[in-house]
């Protein structure tokens, strides 16, 4: 009798045998790494700043005091914080667009029949695998006011009279840093995307080429519905990456000038470490996590009812 079926209403429940069980402890010891990382590198410095944001901790001071929402809205009444969480979505949302198109471009481009194609699916990860600094001290080289390579060959080919301060001017500083950002980032995309192109059928691209469909209406209406949920996925790391991305204007703006490219993260820099607040720097930081919520909440449901479609 101790094998035998339990019968509750109209369903049949049977104990897991000795194989199930095995394979449930396979299943979780699989699981066990992803769910430590999570909880070790994700969680446990989440409630740290989180408590940290609810304090009056500085640096050098160990005995922190609870003050609940002050910090937040001490924060949310700085012009300057303001300023950074417009340049924050300003950014994410302009090096998000063009990272999403050029990724798409690059990646349908290496998708075609071309000679070479190895060879350009190699350089393609160059600049995302390169060290951020090294990348970042090259840009910055390249956008020098006296020595800037890239006037130097736009007045040679007369495409501008003068010799612009890139990072220097407040209408230009942040078209550089997202001009980096992008020429960092449209591998990520690419890569992700030509993934999700790789297992569409080429039977039906070459069907719809024969019926007429040039290479945007290929795109729009076969490539596009059929890798939404890889596109949407890489959307979603790379917003996240974007959003926390600290490292390109802090090497080339530090914020400057006048605050044109500062960003929560730089800010929360400025005021956590720099300043020694690391409660407020903690309130600032958290200011990101409302962003990020909703852009994940809204993308896992969509990808959810497409799956359930």
């Known amino acids: 009798m101790a094998n035998a079926e339990l019968v509750t209403g109209p ?16 299943g979780y010891g699989m699981l066990a790494p992803a769910i430590l990382y999570m909880v070790v590198l994700v969680g ?6 989180l408590y940290l944001s609810l304090s009056d901790a500085t640096v050098g001071n160990s005995v922190a005091q609870f003050v609940g929402l002050r910090n937040f809205a001490a924060v ?18 302009i090096a998000g667009i063009f990272k999403a198109v050029l ?40 956008f020098d006011p006296q020595f800037s390579a890239i006037n130097y060959v ?23 840093v997202i001009i980096v950002n992008v020429w960092r980032g449209f591998p990520f995309a690419a890569i992700v995307l030509l993934a999700g192109m790789s297992a569409v059928p080429l ?22 519905p059929m890798i939404a ?31 044109t490219t500062e960003i929560l993260p730089t800010r ?7 300043a020694g607040a690391l409660g407020r720097g903690a309130a600032i930081a958290l200011l990101l996590f409302p962003i990020l919520l909703p852009v994940v909440y809204f993308l896992l449901r969509f990808l959810g009812r497409r799956e359930a479609a």
């Open 11 to 26: 369903f049949v429940h049977t104990r897991p045998g000795a194989f199930t069980r095995q394979r449930l402890r396979f």
């Open 44 to 49: 446990v410095p989440f409630l740290w700043s």
């Open 76 to 93: 949310l009444a700085d012009s300057t914080v303001r300023q950074a969480l417009r340049n924050t979505i300003v950014f994410t949302v």
């Open 103 to 142: 990724g798409g471009l690059l990646a349908f481009l290496l998708m075609q029949d071309i000679r070479g194609k190895k060879v350009l699916r190699s350089l393609l990860v160059i600049p995302w695998t390169l060290p951020v600094a090294i990348s970042a001290l090259a840009w910055k080289w390249m």
């Open 154 to 176: 736009a007045t040679r080919l007369h495409l501008m009279s003068g010799w612009p301060n890139w990072l220097g001017e407040p209408g230009l500083a942040m078209a550089s």
């Open 203 to 224: 039977e039906i691209l070459d069907s719809a080429k024969v019926d007429g469909a040039n290479f945007f209406l290929r795109f729009h209406y076969i490539i596009v």
């Open 229 to 259: 949920p890889i596109l949407f996925v890489g959307l979603l790391f790379d917003t996240v990456f974007t959003l926390t991305d600290i490292s390109i204007v802090f090497l080339l703006t530090q914020g400057g000038p006048m605050n």
């Open 268 to 274: 929360a820099l400025e005021i956590g470490i720099e």
